[in-house]
């Protein structure tokens, strides 16, 4: 894919993580005060803010042509460690990392995105059925079963 070395890849990956779930999320605050609140807005905002995320990690992969492991391996810790400096720096309770699973899924699913994209523009070292597509669906079913037992243990 590229030449950079991974530390670069891993780093920009991680700092996307830190800031644009959480972030996003953060800014998603003001939205009640740019439109009049209704209950669709409680619908569409937080899938919004989903596809946002997913179309971001996407972005991501493809825009830079990272390596999917280090879009992976640096987006998904990155964001755990950016909904806890959120947590941190503004004052989130607990109830916050619900919504970091949800992230997680996204960029799960943007991550697997960009995967699929590189997969039919380019050659790539794997079987038809790739090892990354089994790691992206146990991730996707680790990051839904997070909020379920948050809620149900």
């Known amino acids: 894919m590229s030449d950079r070395p991974a530390a670069v890849e891993l780093t ?3 700092g996307f993580g830190v800031l644009v779930p959480a972030g996003s999320l953060f800014l998603l605050r003001w939205a009640p005060a740019l439109a009049p609140a209704s209950d669709a807005l409680s619908v569409v905002l937080p899938l919004a803010w989903l596809l946002l995320v997913a179309a971001g990690t996407a972005l991501l992969g493809v825009g830079l042509d990272l390596e999917t492991g280090a879009l992976v391996g640096g987006s998904l810790p990155g964001t ?18 619900a919504p970091a699973a949800f992230a ?9 995105a960009a995967y699929e994209r590189t997969r039919r523009h380019r050659p790539v070292d794997e079987p038809p059925y790739g090892t990354w597509r089994h790691v992206f669906g146990a991730l996707a079913l680790v990051a839904l079963a997070i909020p379920f037992l948050l809620i149900f243990a």
């Open 104 to 112: 997680l899924l996204a960029v799960v699913l943007g991550a697997w």
């Open 80 to 97: 755990l460690v950016g909904f806890w400096l959120f947590a941190v720096l503004v004052g989130w309770s607990f109830v916050m990392f």
């Open 12 to 14: 920009s990956a991680f």
